[in-house]
């Protein structure tokens, strides 16, 4: 079974995490299947940023998270998020969400045969002579 847990970095006293999915029975710095963010708890107010894309794709193939990956999963919105994916809403359009860019709209056939049937505009060529040609 494959956790998504926080695996310890830094010095002493000065403990910074990486949010990582490794098997259950892994130790806790050990052996990872993927890394997907970090965590930061020293300053204030707290850093941590997990790549929304890969934690949704592990938690849909079943990798269950610590309580403190759940709770950050929490206040990012994964949750939600995921609740979403599972009801049917496009993975595309909750990752665009997340990143607080517009979906690409598709285009329509309609626009690109227009665009295309348009001739382009004609322009007039001409050639001026320099007076060594005219001697």
């Known amino acids: 079974m494959l956790r998504i847990r926080l695996s310890r970095t830094g010095k002493k006293k000065q403990a910074s995490y990486r ?14 299947v993927e890394r997907i963010g970090h965590y930061n708890p020293l300053p204030d107010p707290i850093d941590y940023r997990i790549q929304e894309d ?40 909750l990752i665009a969400e997340y990143e607080g860019r517009p979906l690409a709209a ?3 056939a309609e626009e690109t045969a227009v ?16 007076s060594d040609e005219e001697e």
């Open 115 to 130: 665009a295309v049937a348009e001739p382009a505009p004609v322009v007039d060529v001409v050639e001026e002579t320099t």
């Open 54 to 93: 890969r934690a949704l794709y592990w938690l849909s193939v079943g990798a269950q998270p610590s309580d403190a990956v759940r709770r950050l999963l929490e206040k990012q919105g994964t949750y939600d998020r995921l609740a979403r994916l599972r009801a049917g809403e496009s993975a595309e359009a």
């Open 19 to 32: 949010v990582v999915v490794a098997d259950a029975d892994a130790k806790r710095d050990g052996r990872i």
């Open 106 to 108: 598709p285009v329509q």
